[in-house]
């Protein structure tokens, strides 16, 4: 078989999810995609009917069970412009074994008939047309049956599986293993999503995931989110072959934030502003000022949940390799718009920092390519030699962190 590396993000949005940027169409989906440097994208939100035919309508196939924008505005951006696979999160709420437990997964379709399909049972549970992120009143193996009823090629697996109240193993409401969620449906989970408060490291002590992949996606609610997590895949651009190197396990690596940058990564508890590590936690799991519960983060359920600790991986060329049976080389960067922001002592958003990403992006191809790849010198030529400096070092591992807790994003800092 060919060798195949394919940069993917499975997991984001559209404007018609909650919380979403109205600029989040079609073409912004597409154009920013080739910013970024990725070359297939989740078609996302696939259950919500307008949007389902807003994007039949775009689409043409451009392999088997993939899609590509059918009229691009111009031929550079027909040349760049990624590959869509279809890819929806949804949240799973129910009760079992006396609790309340609400789940996100991620469910793959291999064609539109199938999603139409899929969204035509689940309206019978909800009105589809409120989010697209729909919260379906099913358990998660139930999903998955309705999914396989459909079309038996379809796909499921956990989204952001630590995140407290929506992650499989979340302290608020998820289970200790896959199986007490996922039932007779366990051994078709194919990979474990890590969310941004977690890293493959931080997963390879957890026997539970077994061999599954590891992979990492942005769950981007804006178009500058996307590719802040990204999984390359040794996988062609269609539908079977990337299913297959899900249940395959063949990553190649996963592009991943610090896990610290999450927003829930340590205890702690927001209104009073305590943050704390797992040893730093009262037995009570109460907050030390107020007494109310604390929202038990990320690292916290990883140290419940690890049955031991894996080495530390070793920096190399870039990637950080683990000795683990399952580990496969991850990269940790920190968004190319915060790097500039930083150099530049401005917001993120101004305009000032936009003309230097830009520059950057057009003189490179794409973000990846100056996070990754561009060397120094070309780097200070394009921009300047502070931004060069603060590049390389995040690449080197340079950095300085401090982390997030109970839904408070944590930062990054590169060090020069």
């Known amino acids: 078989m060919a060798f195949h590396r394919l940069v993917a993000d499975l997991h984001l949005h559209s404007r018609f999810s909650m919380a979403t940027s109205p600029q989040l169409n079609i073409e912004s989906l597409a154009a920013t995609a080739a910013e970024k440097g990725i070359g297939l994208l989740a078609a996302p939100d696939f259950t919500h009917p307008a949007w389902r035919e807003e994007m039949r309508s775009a689409f043409e196939p451009s392999g088997e069970g993939v899609y590509r924008l059918r009229n691009p505005h111009n031929g550079h951006a027909a040349a760049k412009s990624p590959d869509f696979i279809l890819v929806t ?92 969620c996922f039932g007779e449906h366990a051994a078709r989970v194919p990979a474990v999503e890590t969310g941004l408060s977690s890293d493959p490291h931080m997963n390879w002590g957890v026997s539970d995931i077994g061999d599954r992949a590891i992979v990492s996606f942005s769950d981007a609610h804006s178009a500058q989110t996307m590719g802040r997590e990204l999984t390359v895949l040794d996988a062609a651009p269609d539908y079977d072959s990337v299913r297959s190197a899900l249940f395959e396990n063949r990553v190649l690596e996963t592009v991943e934030f610090h896990p610290e940058h999450g927003k829930y990564h340590l205890n702690g508890h927001r209104k009073c502003g305590v943050r704390l590590a797992p040893a730093e936690t009262p037995p009570d799991g109460r907050c030390p000022a107020c007494k109310r519960p604390l929202t038990l983060g990320v690292a916290h359920r990883v140290s419940e949940l690890s049955d031991h600790t894996p080495e530390s991986p070793v920096l190399k060329d870039g990637l950080l390799h683990g000795v683990e049976p399952n580990s496969r080389p991850y990269r940790q960067l920190v968004p190319l718009r915060e790097l500039v922001a930083q150099g530049l002592n401005a917001g993120a958003g101004t305009k000032k920092v936009t003309a230097v990403c830009q520059a950057l992006i057009h003189e490179f191809e794409s973000e990846m390519n100056v996070l990754i790849s561009a060397p120094r010198d070309d780097l200070a030529r394009v921009s300047e030699a502070r931004m060069a400096d603060l590049i390389i070092a995040v690449r080197e591992g340079r950095v300085e962190v401090q982390a997030g807790y109970d839904g408070v994003y944590g930062t990054v800092s590169a060090l020069t």
């Open 89 to 180: 999160e949804i949240s799973c709420i129910w009760r079992q074994s006396d609790r309340s437990r609400r789940v996100h997964v991620l469910l793959m379709a291999p064609s539109f008939e199938t999603a139409d399909s899929v969204s035509e049972t689940l309206a019978n549970y909800q009105r589809l047309e409120s989010d697209g992120r729909p919260m379906i009143k099913l358990s998660a193996c139930d999903l998955y049956s309705l999914a396989l009823d459909a079309d038996p090629r379809c796909v499921v697996f956990p989204a952001h599986i630590w995140t407290p109240w929506y992650g499989v193993y979340g302290s608020k409401s998820g289970f200790d293993s896959l199986e007490e």
